[in-house]
């Protein structure tokens, strides 16, 4: 019996979907056919499978359980968790493989599959098999078994391992996200004070939405922070493999000053190595890890890519504009918005203990924020390439690793298509307000000429 996927919702490094519109059980039964046939033709037999706390993931989760194991694989069942905590469960048990259900950062009716095979990212043509596979019901059949695993004590014991960060006064926001429960078994352990909300995992998202790279998300956080007198707070996405900080004042500490942080202690411990930040990242970042020795490179936005150009490089630590950091320094390679947490504990904490302090010392650039513009799946990769197109003809200096990435002596701006919603993303990044300015032109001038609204303010 063949299935076809809609086509919005293979996407580059996962699959992801509105449930009951483009996404349901019946393609969750799908992917775990195919995903199955892959792990068993790759010499595998044994898959972990964990779901997030949206309330259509139990339903997904059976389905695609279901799909799994009338291939004839077995199946490891984490029950409720977030990802990295599915990830951990790839990395230490003895499996070959892992799928975990989750809507991430999007609205509530998203849905959808992040998926690890033998230790490596499964993305790009990986998903796009999952397509062919089930068009052709090319699937490998068998009887497989099911067996539940708690894993959320081992996982939170090894996030604090060797920790040495200090005691400081924290407060921490789940975002009614699966990382909830993880937060309050962790916060039992660490040394110090610890004020939390919204760790009470709900799919409905009632008090934000669980994306922290929005500043308008944060702003119970900001609020705690203030009221409590607290040094500083995190704020995690919908599956907590994302991180948002405040300092004591309320100020955003932005995902790739966080990168920056970070970056000291391990470049110590790593003299020379390579350091990965997407292409959203300030040109802040990329003089900071050459001034502290290391090496910086600029990788595509995904955290599937990025987890792949680390092993490529032997890259100790990357990370993303999103949140999104990877630790591959005394940790798995995979991103983990608590255990990033945890190392800029650390890390603050190394550097005098003042995350104020610290983000006061960083360079002034004056950038936007991240800009997203309406456009549909198959304009907004049109509309990249009707861009490039015009910059190449006016020989503009382009990085088109990821999008378009146009550099000037005012500074630098970015266009491209996001992999997991219809929208195009921006941004811009100036010495001065002055200088952003006439970069924000530049990006309206191309958005206007290929019909898309401008940007209306760069605040």
């Not at 790839?90 to 992040?114: M, R």
């Not at 998202?205 to 900001?222: G, I």
């Not at 599956?239 to 995902?255: L, N, T």
């Amino acid at each position: 019996m063949s299935h076809k996927f809609d086509p919005t919702i293979l996407r580059e490094y996962d699959i992801r979907g509105i449930v009951g519109e483009t996404l349901g059980p019946d393609d969750a039964y799908a992917i775990g056919r195919g995903f199955a046939t892959r792990l068993l033709r790759a010499g595998g037999h044994r898959v972990a499978v964990g779901y997030d706390g949206r309330t259509s993931s139990p339903t997904l989760a059976r389905a695609l359980i279901k799909g799994l194991t009338e291939s004839g694989v077995n199946v490891v069942n984490i029950g409720m968790a977030s990802t990295p905590m599915l990830y951990f469960a790839e990395a230490t048990l003895k499996v070959d493989g892992g799928v975990q259900i989750t809507g991430s950062h999007n609205p509530a009716e998203y849905n959808g599959f992040k998926m690890v095979l033998k230790h490596n990212s499964f993305f790009g043509k990986d998903i796009r098999d999952i397509g062919i596979l089930a068009e052709k019901s090319d699937w490998e059949k068998g009887r497989g078994g099911v067996e539940t695993a708690d894993i959320i004590e081992p996982y939170v014991n090894r996030l604090l391992q060797g920790y040495e960060g200090g005691v400081f006064r924290i407060g921490w926001d789940a975002g009614n996200g699966a990382g909830g429960p993880v937060i309050e078994k962790l916060i039992k352990k660490l040394p110090g004070e610890h004020h939390v909300i919204y760790t009470d995992v709900d799919g409905s998202f009632p008090n934000h939405h669980p994306d922290p790279t929005v500043e308008a998300n944060l702003e119970d956080l900001k609020n705690l922070v203030k009221e409590e007198k607290l040094d500083f707070g995190f704020a995690f996405d919908g599956d907590a493999d994302r991180i948002g900080a405040v300092d004591s004042e309320g100020h955003v500490i932005w995902g790739d000053q966080i990168l920056a942080i970070l970056a000291a202690p391990v470049l110590k411990r790593h003299p020379n190595a390579t350091i990965i930040a997407d292409v959203k990242a300030s040109q802040a970042l990329f003089d900071r890890v050459k001034e502290l020795g290391g090496k910086p490179l600029m990788g595509r936005t995904g955290h599937s890519l990025i987890k792949t150009l680390m092993k490529e490089t032997n890259s100790p630590l990357a990370g993303e504009m999103s949140g999104h950091i990877f630790f591959a320094d005394q940790w798995f390679g995979f991103d983990d918005g608590i255990y990033a947490a945890i190392r800029l504990i650390s890390a603050i904490n190394d550097m005098g203990g003042s995350l104020t302090k610290i983000r006061k010392a960083m360079p002034k650039m004056v950038n936007t924020p991240e800009l997203r513009f309406q456009a549909s799946e198959t304009r907004k990769f049109a509309v990249i390439g009707e861009v490039l197109g015009r910059l190449t003809a006016e020989n503009a200096d382009v990085n088109t690793i990821d999008g378009v990435r146009v550099t000037t002596k005012d500074g630098w701006w970015l266009l491209r298509a996001s992999n997991t919603q219809d929208v195009l993303v921006a941004r811009a990044e100036g010495r001065d307000q002055a200088a952003l300015d006439r970069l924000i032109a530049q990006l309206n001038d191309q958005l206007k000429k290929s019909g898309i609204e401008p940007v209306t303010t760069t605040h």
